[in-house]
DNA sequence: GCTTAATCGGACCAAATTGTTCCGATTAAT
DNA sequence: ATTAATCGGAACAATTTGGTCCGATTAAGC
């Protein structure tokens, strides 16, 4: 029930190329420096995330990385799912017939988990993880019931 | 973002303790011949969420297992958190401080995330778990507006 | 058109958490 | 009091994960 270590340096790697909105192409040493963490885990990261289509990379001098789509449009599901592979529970329901018992009483529900536990993670998108408001803010309008959301500038609207 | 194993089985030795509703005590073997996981692995499983308060265990000869609530009022959250811990993505909120940066810009959203995690699991209930419906069933109703719910003995209402 | 320099992409190696197994302590019935 | 069956905790092995390195590719500069 925890994100892996890279999938959590994921989102913090994504969250600082949104900073470079102006377009500005940002290499990964860039990022690793702003993010603190190391090098070659960075390049390892943008890797899957070019890969995913996320990020647009441009090789040779000069190049860089840059956002595939709007940050508005990249949620916390696509970045997980870049790195972690599909959003499963279990890993019952890919290949991996489980051993034990073929006609399982639960296994037919974990598609309806997986499904809330995706929808969770595709409600935030990477302008609200860049928001420079606390999440306690956030977390108080939607309790309250306000209409809660961003622009891409990451402004409370 | 997958369960890690042992809540996966500790799930299904719930479900399957869940069935002998009765009240007739079930021991750790029992269980095990039942789900078809291995004896000292169902032993482990019991062990930690007896003392998370799910089962109550009744040592000596003839005792057993029984469940220490309703099934209606332990939900999957409860059962994952028995066996992991806290549901939380990330590490850097119980202690260990990231080293990399301290004014993270992502961190304080973590709660809202975790939140939105946990409710989604609150909201499986083991009734619903043990329930004879496949989730296909469940899911259309959902998505179909049509109130959803089960009672205590696995009955679509 | 060639050289140069800086980038990404993939493969190898080490570490840590997880999963399994075993044995001992405890308890109720006989 | 004895017996038998249970749960609880500790030690060991394995798979996944995380980190590091080097090579292939590409665009700019001359």
């Known amino acids: 029930m925890?994100?892996?270590?890279?999938?959590?340096?994921?989102?913090?790697?994504?969250?600082?190329?949104?900073?470079?909105?102006?377009?500005?192409?940002?290499?990964?040493?860039?990022?690793a420096a702003e993010t603190g963490l190391p090098v070659p885990t960075v390049q390892k990261l943008v890797s899957k995330?070019?890969?995913?289509?996320?990020?647009?990379?441009?090789r040779g001098a000069g190049g860089g990385l840059q956002l595939a789509r709007p940050a508005a449009a990249i949620t916390l599901a696509d970045i997980v799912e870049a790195v972690e592979g599909p959003i499963a529970l279990t890993a019952c329901l890919e290949g991996h017939d489980c051993i034990h018992d073929h006609d399982c009483r639960v296994r037919p529900h974990w598609p309806v988990v997986n499904a809330a536990l995706r929808g969770a993670l595709a409600g935030i998108s990477l302008t609200r993880l860049s928001s420079p408001f606390a999440s306690s803010e956030v977390e108080r309008r939607i309790s309250a019931g306000v209409s809660t959301s961003l622009d891409t500038n990451g402004v409370l609207v």
């Not at 925890?2 to 040493?29: F, P």
């Open 2 to 31: 925890r994100l892996s270590n890279l999938a959590d340096y994921a989102v913090v790697t994504m969250s600082a190329a949104a900073r470079h909105c102006g377009g500005a192409r940002s290499s990964a040493a860039e990022l």
């Open 49 to 58: 995330l070019s890969a995913a289509g996320l990020l647009r990379s441009t």
